[in-house]
């Protein structure tokens, strides 16, 4: 097991290399560029060659990577020039960089706590009503675009009805204690519960929003796994012996049909942050994905790179640790 880890360790290294070395690329291909983005209209060939001298972006490309690689290791990614003007990248992406977990997690807790379920009933009564239902549903997710179903939901249920807030991640007027950053999590540690009320009812419906495609992926997955477990020999041999339903559910057929569903969770969890651009921007989050789309409508290239390298950064981990649990559930993985 140990050395799965460790291979699994060297490959999230040499990603986060050639990912870097992309990243470096890219930006600098980029129309304007960073010293376009700072100085503006104001640009003149004698302060851009001045600019240029000072972030040394006169020397060889490989020296300007290795400079740039060795700032990331410092954490030094430098100010923002739009954002925050003049606020250092890393302080923004650590003052947003809360908000956006604690909406990734509640969506991905609402994607499971419905998607693997109603995955495994759909599968266990196939071709009924509800399986057909169930499958519709999650066409539906998958079919509807992320920033329409958001407004949809904030027109019906926070406009039309008023049952919960239209946007924010907490009402102005609370004077809550801010402790990590996570308004929930802030609420329960000060005893601040209403609070904490306040925030979950904010939570609601960006969450819902952005849990819809990784509800339908994960329903879809479980289910397809589920049925192609129960079409398997040892299935009815367990039944053949007698073995009550609930062993052969946990220990037969769930443990089995996992294996497909643990990975799309991972790649899910990767890909929230692609979903909550969006879903941030119609709820005015405040995480991000609203600094993402910010920092690319206004070219400020410094946050920009923090926020990749740390989405890249979450994704690779996330998948390290799937890799590890595939590994714990299935022992063959190890060998591989």
Partial sequence: ??????????????????????????????????????????????????????????????????????????????????????????????????????????????????????????????????????????????????FFLGFLLKYIFAIKLGWLPVSGRQDGQLEATRVTGFFVLDGLLTREFDASWDALKHLVLPSITLASVPFAVIFRITRAAVLEVLDEDYIRTAESKGLTAKVIRGRHILRNAMLPVTTTIGLQL????????????????????????????????????????????????????VDIMYAVIDPRVRTR
């Fill in 1 to 146: 097991m140990l050395r799965f880890i460790v291979r699994r360790l060297v490959q999230m290294v040499g990603v986060m290399v050639v990912l870097s070395l992309l990243l470096f690329l890219w930006l600098r291909a980029l129309p304007g560029g960073t010293v376009s983005a700072i100085l503006g209209e104001r640009a003149t060939p004698a302060s851009r060659a001045a600019m240029e001298e000072a972030f040394g972006l006169d020397q060889p490309v490989h020296i300007q990577y290795f400079k740039f690689v060795g700032r990331v290791l410092q954490g030094d990614f430098g100010p923002s020039t739009s954002v925050l003007p003049g606020t250092d990248a890393l302080d923004i992406f650590l003052q947003r960089f809360p908000a956006t977990i604690e909406l990734s997690f509640f969506a991905m807790v609402i994607a499971i706590a419905l998607g693997i379920p109603l995955g495994y009933f759909a599968a266990r009564r196939r071709a009924t009503f509800f399986d057909n239902a169930s499958v519709i549903v999650s066409l539906v997710g998958v079919a509807v675009p992320v």
């Fill in 270 to 321: 990767g890909a929230l942050l692609a979903g909550a651009v969006l879903t941030e921007r119609v709820f005015s989050w405040g995480g991000l994905g609203e600094a993402l789309a910010l920092s690319f409508e206004r070219r400020d290239y410094p946050v920009l790179q923090v926020v990749i390298l740390a989405a890249a950064m979450i994704y690779v981990i996330v998948n390290l640790l």
